[in-house]
């Protein structure tokens, strides 16, 4: 499921607006962070800049193959005589590694602005000291200027740079795959929630929106040029400003715009108003939720600010509306014990979600829930690693109830048992509803029952104290 680069895509839009040449190198398709070094050879830039796409929660995570791939990139492109400017969240948290690396400068926060400013410094041989919303060595010291402003009107900015990208090389994959295309888009920028864990370096707790007409129109646009039927709003809140939902559902009718979309909300969001009436009416087929726990104990020490009676109430809401169900699920946050565990998947039992995504609790840099780990006493603090090697690492960075190999575990665990639970569901709807995937998840038992059987042995090997009555 590729998603091109969005956030790379308005960064070079908006410097393009202002006079640049710009190229990109869209990494999506690569297999080494040497793939690069053709196109630096034969463009012969005079600023590279290497920005991650601030929109896909896996750059928020500062992964360890990500940090050593920009490391190469960007030493190379240093040896080859560029200016070179780095915007990640990664880079946010790490300046003096990026800067000993190679980085000239490294931006802190939204960056279109920052970085036409970098460019225009470089350009015309000025300082750089001024700018806002930067980190920079000078005399062997970090130096980090005021931040800067996000732009409160999205609609000031020019669209993603679509055409700088082989769009054809990700349709392919999600023909051959999917049977359809899906294109991401984002009509926001930030979150106000205060959720502990969750990482919020470029954009800060600020929410800003663009238009539902603007939306629309770039929507309409882009799939008569591209052909898409289905859109991943990669917004960390979607529809949050009031009425926007009830204006998005406007206009979409008004321009005849016929799209499938999915995205991501929260349990109290989608029981405000008719947000889910307007959900459907323009489209959304799929809604991603951050549930993260069936104990509300958790809930409250995440800071979540939900009730897990409203995860209920908005996922059976979406089902009358014929809105898939998906949920965020997080393990092994601080002082959860086997009874919140087993609320949790009580909770995955009682509504079965059309599907399940889980985590291990992962403290990253700059959250509360990082500062929350640090102040642990040696012993159980962060031990060895502070960021995961990849995306399916799912280990533990710090020294939680259980041991580290029981989380690992449990997630495989709760995954069969979830699957098992579906299984049985469709077999008693087959009759009375029949579907292709009800049938898909009955066969599916004949493997899940004996997987779920295994993984539970597994798991009362690591911990058969806790586990001995499940």
């Known amino acids: 499921m590729p998603y091109p680069p969005l956030g790379t895509l308005y960064a070079m839009s908006y410097l393009r607006e202002h006079g640049y040449e710009v190229k990109l190198f869209d990494s999506m398709f690569c297999y080494s962070a040497k793939d690069i070094r053709s196109t630096i050879d034969e463009f012969k830039p005079d600023i590279f800049i290497s920005y991650d796409d601030g929109f896909n929660y896996l750059t928020k995570m500062c992964l360890t193959n ?65 700018i806002q919303g930067i980190s920079f060595a000078k005399n062997d010291e970090l130096i980090k200027t005021k931040p800067r402003l996000v732009i409160k009107d999205l609609d000031i900015l020019p669209p993603p740079a679509w055409d700088l990208i082989d769009i054809s090389e990700y349709k392919n994959m999600w023909m051959q795959n999917h049977g359809y295309f899906s294109l991401n888009f984002v009509t926001t920028r930030g979150c106000p929630y205060k959720c502990n864990w969750c990482a919020k370096p470029i954009y800060g707790n600020r929410y800003n929106s663009h238009s539902p007409e603007n939306i629309v129109l770039e929507i309409k646009k882009w799939q008569q040029k591209f052909g898409f039927t289905h859109i991943w709003f990669a917004d960390d809140i979607f529809g949050l400003k009031p009425n926007w939902l009830k204006d998005f559902e406007y206009h979409i009718i008004k321009q005849n715009v016929k799209i499938n979309y999915k995205i991501q909300s929260r349990a109290d969001l989608l029981l ?51 809105i ?44 509360l829930f ?24 799912l280990d533990m960075l710090f020294k939680n109830t259980y041991h580290k190999d029981f989380y690992k575990q449990l997630q495989r665990y709760i995954h069969r048992r979830y699957r098992k639970q579906m299984g049985l569901y469709s077999a008693k709807k087959i009759f009375s509803q029949p579907s292709k995937q009800h049938f898909k998840n009955i066969v599916s038992l004949l493997k899940i029952v004996p997987q779920e059987y295994f993984e539970k042995r597994k798991l009362k090997q690591i911990e058969p104290n806790a586990t001995a009555d499940f």
């Open 66 to 130: 990500m940090r050593e791939a920009c490391f190469d990139m960007l030493a190379y492109a240093k040896s080859k005589g560029c200016e070179v400017i780095v915007s990640s969240s990664d880079a946010t948290d790490h300046s003096t590694e990026y800067l000993k690396q190679g980085s000239d400068v490294v931006v802190i926060g939204e960056a279109e602005q920052t970085v036409l400013e970098l460019c225009n410094a470089f350009k015309e041989g000025k300082s750089i000291d001024s």
């Open 272 to 322: 405000e108003e008719d947000n889910i009436k307007h959900l459907a009416n323009s489209g959304c087929t799929m809604v991603w939720m951050g549930a993260e726990s069936g104990s509300q104990k958790i809930l409250d020490a995440m800071d979540k600010g939900i009730k897990v009676e409203q995860i209920y109430d908005a996922t059976r809401l979406l089902k009358k509306h014929k």
């Open 324 to 367: 898939t169900v998906s949920l965020f699920l997080q393990l092994g946050y601080l002082e959860e014990t086997i009874d919140d565990i087993k609320m949790t998947i009580k909770m995955v039992e009682d509504l079965l979600p059309d599907d399940i995504g889980i985590s291990v609790s992962y403290p990253l840099p700059g959250t």
């Open 370 to 393: 990082y500062d929350k780990v640090k102040l642990l006493p040696i012993s159980t603090g962060i031990q060895g690693k502070s960021n995961w090697i990849d995306s399916d690492d």
